[in-house]
Structures are given as C-alpha cells and as structure tokens.
C-alpha cells in the first residue's frame, strides 16, 4: 500500500510515514526526537550531530582552520592553499585519483596496526539499503600516506634523508635500533665524539670534551635522542601519547635495546587510539556523488573556523532545506529520499516459477 511510484518504486509518500511517525510511542514509554515527524518540513527534528553534547570522540589532534588558509609546506618553500578533497575523498574517488600530498613510500608501506587501531566501526543500525554502494557515497578514510606524508616529515637525524615508519612505537624503536647499527658498521670513526666548546660565565672557552664509545653504546645514545625527538615534538604533534611509570624489563610500554652492558629496557610511549568516526549518521542515505557541484564548505562551513579535533562539522538540517523542499524547483525532499524503508538484509529469495509468454511460444 506505501508504494505509490511508478518511476520508483520506492518513492513511497510521506503520509504512509507519517501514520507511524507523527505520534511514534516507545516501548519503554521513553520520549522519542522521532515521535512528531509529517515531513522533512514539518517536525523534523536537526540532525544529532555537532552539538554541545555530540563530540567528535577522535584523538587525532587536527586544526582545520589553519589547514584551510594558505600554509607553509616547509621551512625552506612558499605557502600552499590546501583544498579539501586533497585530504578528503569518495572511496571511488580515492582508488582513481593521485594525492597532491602523498608520500609513495608510505602509501606502498606495510603497517602493523589494523583498522580496529584507527577507526570506530560504522554504524550499522539503520536497515540495510537494496542497492549495493558505489564507492560514491561516503568519505573514505584520511590516511597519512595519501594526505599528511608530504608535508609532515618524520625524520629523525642529519644524517639520513628519510623518516621513520609511521607505524607502533616498537616498530619504529626496532627500525631505529637497525638504521643507526648498520650506519656506525660503515662509520666507525663517529664513535669519538666531540663536545662543541662552550663559554663559562666569565666567556672564557672551555676546553673541547672527548668520548670513545663503543659501536653498541652509540646506537643506544643516538637512538634515544631521535626518539626523545619523536615523542615529545613530532609524533606528539598529531597523535595522543602518554607515557607510563618505568617499570622492570618486559612490561607494557618498554623495548628492548642492546647497550654495553647487554639487553636494557627502553621506556616507549602508549598512543591512544585514533578512533576516527568513519559514519556519522548511520540510519540514512547520503551519496557525496550527487552533490559534486557544490563547494564542500557549501555544507560544512563549520570546517573554516574550527580549531578542536572535538568539532563535529556535519551540517544541520537547514543546510539541507536550502535544495531539499516540496516543489519543481527545488531536489526531491521526500522521507524515501534519505531513509530506507525495507531492510533488505532481511528479505527472502525466491524460485522463480514463471517464463515469458513469447519465450515459451517460440515467438522470438
């Protein structure tokens, strides 16, 4: 009885909703945002996303406003004006396209950590649609090969060209542990080092200052300057660290690092995780193809001036009912159009019984 299309068969009318939805009762007596809805017009309530209490729950420390104005790349190179899409994309649009800002080596690097490391499972309430997705509708997850490595570098010492992996902390201390050994098996004269000569208070030069160590003892203290590096200025830059008490060799949170003396305990910091939102709004339908001609701050024009990873910068409703309205110049505003109403994860197959009649005929 809801289908009333002819052209689509899913265009079921508002009313056939609304019969439900404008005086919706709870089981559990409790009230219902949804319990007053007669259209998209009338008694909708704003989306739940983006207010003082829905607070975005990653930890990715991310300031867009300062990546929406002209930026500087790097120390030595003029400003750049970054665009969205070259940090978020379709994941169709993300398998075709190049990155202006990705790094090849990263983007081909096996990595330890998984997606339940990074992300928060996508919400999967909502009935299930009948079309498959096209790659088209959702953001695909920001990656830091495809959208950070070209300009937020991790290196870690003057005397390499190349950065870290962006990986766990015992992956990067065990990469370390190796560059530096293989380094000194081909420098051995670095193992004396020399103290730059200072000045006392008087100005009067100190005498330069003169150590010889040993191969093991020199990975040990280069390795924990570039960490110290890492943790407390680069990594820290982005991700959340935190640090627990020292504690004895083999625990949570300590490597282990050959020094002179044999087999030593390295404290390594603890990241949280990213728990990135990968869908914010899973009991509807969106599709980011069929609004390409729209600028992306058409619609989250929060995304200019906010400055906390905490700002949730989905828009509201009244965004939506700019296009979305009942009338011929206005795009489809229909309850159908954004919700689904069967969930067809749960339909039945059938076996089908019937021949055309033309077929069966020899007709054709």
């Not at 909708?44 to 867009?64: A, E, Q, S, Y």
């Not at 983007?107 to 950590?113: F, G, P, R, T």
Request: proline share 7%; charged share 25%; aromatic share 6%.
């Amino acid at each position: 009885m809801e289908h009333r299309g002819r052209i689509n068969i899913l265009a079921a009318s508002n009313q056939a909703c609304a019969e439900c939805h404008v005086n919706l009762q709870a089981a559990s007596g409790k009230s219902l945002s949804t319990s007053h809805i007669r259209s998209f017009e009338d008694g909708h309530p704003n989306f739940d996303v983006g207010d003082k209490t829905n607070r975005d729950p990653g930890t990715i420390k991310l300031n867009h406003s300062l990546h929406m104005k002209p930026i500087r790349r790097a120390p030595s190179e003029p400003n750049v004006q970054l665009d969205c899409g070259d940090c978020h994309r379709t994941a169709a649009g993300a398998a075709k396209s190049t990155w202006a800002y990705a790094d090849a080596k990263y983007s081909a690097a096996s990595v330890s950590h998984t997606d339940v490391d990074n992300f928060r499972p996508a919400g999967t309430s909502g009935p299930a649609p009948h079309n498959p997705s096209t790659g088209r509708e959702l953001m695909a997850p920001v990656k830091f090969s495809n959208a950070c490595a070209a300009c937020h570098l991790l290196t870690f010492d003057k005397r390499f060209d190349f950065g870290v992996p962006h990986d766990k902390p015992e992956v990067i201390h065990a990469f370390l542990v190796r560059t530096f050994r293989e380094y000194i098996a081909t420098h051995a004269s670095e193992v004396r080092l020399q103290r730059d000569p200072g000045r006392d208070l008087t100005r009067k030069p100190l005498p330069p200052e003169f150590r010889i160590l040993t191969p093991a003892q020199w990975v040990t203290e280069r390795t924990a300057v570039a960490e110290d590096l890492l943790w407390r200025k680069t990594c820290k830059q982005c991700h959340t660290l935190s640090f627990s008490a020292k504690s004895s060799r083999g625990k949570a949170g300590l490597a282990v690092a050959q020094g002179n003396d044999g087999d030593v305990s390295v404290e390594l910091p603890n990241v949280a995780p990213a728990n990135i939102t990968l869908r914010w709004m899973p009991h509807a339908k969106f599709d980011h193809g069929a609004h390409e001609g729209f600028t992306c701050v058409s619609c989250h024009a929060k995304a200019l001036t906010s400055t906390e990873t905490s700002d949730v910068l989905l828009p509201g409703i009244e965004a939506c009912k700019k296009c979305h309205a009942p009338g011929p110049e206005h795009a489809e505003s229909r309850c159908f159009e954004c919700h689904t109403y069967h969930d067809w994860s749960k339909r039945k197959e059938v076996t089908p019984k019937f021949t055309l009649p033309a077929l069966s005929t020899g007709g054709h």
